[in-house]
């Protein structure tokens, strides 16, 4: 009786042993599999935000350029070059925003990227050197307000 008894003893033994093992790494492939998603997010927010900041950033020395080539001769063909280049960069800046808008963590954050493109956008209506400078500096800084909130949500 006492060597059935160990045995049903050593089964048990046996069978919980097995049982918090399989618990144990479920509980480690959950952790593994939420870290990993986690770090995926974080990469392709550092991605789509980047991709933002530089998108924008060309979009604002494109409208200088157009500024520029509009001050210099209006109806010449650098003026209509820069025009269209302006369109071009407008339209790879709104992309760009766009894939904020569907991965940022909130909405301040998503506030910080539609202001700096609103920005940038209306820089090439300034009256003259001045208001340009103004309205490109104004659009830069909230370009790096977005930035900071952005650095924030990649932590």
Do not use: N
């Amino acid at each position: 009786m006492a060597g059935v008894l160990s045995a049903l003893i050593a089964v048990l033994g046996t069978l919980l042993g097995v049982a918090l093992t399989q618990r144990s790494q479920r509980q480690a492939t959950a952790r593994d599999q939420a870290f990993a998603t986690q770090q995926q997010l974080r990469a392709e927010r550092m991605a789509v935000y980047s991709d933002f900041a530089g998108a924008v950033t060309e979009f604002r020395r494109g409208q200088q350029d157009r500024w520029h080539r509009r001050y210099e001769d209006p109806d010449g063909p650098a003026h209509y070059e820069a025009r269209i280049e302006a369109y071009r960069l407008r339209g790879v800046a709104l992309h760009a925003l766009f894939r904020v808008q569907l991965i940022a963590s909130g909405q301040p954050l998503v506030d910080a990227a539609r202001h700096a493109y609103e920005l940038t956008s209306g820089a090439h209506k300034a009256s003259d050197q001045t208001e340009l400078g103004a309205l490109c500096d104004q659009a830069r800084e909230a370009l790096e307000h977005f930035v900071r909130l952005a650095s924030v949500d990649v932590r």
